[in-house]
């Protein structure tokens, strides 16, 4: 099923498999953050592990994908919103929360950055 940001410019897909099974997946693409404007930016969509498969270092493989991929081309921060029963695992590793929680058709999330080297402040 396609994903919602599947269709941006630059969009990478990142998997972490057990052989032929797929533990946790998301995607990543250049896209400005909104409380950064002007920096150079990548966004992380869709982040899901399997439940029964959580705690096995797949979903910490991504993110650490995801960062080289971004620091790679020179952004200055990696964002996301993320649901809010996932903020500790982002907080875990050095994600910072931005403003409150917010409702989406998912449910409550929150806004999360990784900031990959020093910015402007807004």
Known sequence: SELPGEDQTGVVHLGAFDGQA???????????CPWLP????WRLRSMATDPQRRGNGAGTALLDEAQRIATADSASVLWCHAREVAVGFYLRH????????????????RRMQLLLRPVLAP
Do not use: M, Y
């Open 22 to 32: 797929l533990l946790s997946a998301c995607l990543i693409f250049p896209e400005q």
């Open 38 to 41: 002007g920096e150079r930016a």
């Open 94 to 109: 050095g994600w910072t929360p931005v403003g409150e929680l917010f409702d989406n058709d998912l449910g409550p999330h």
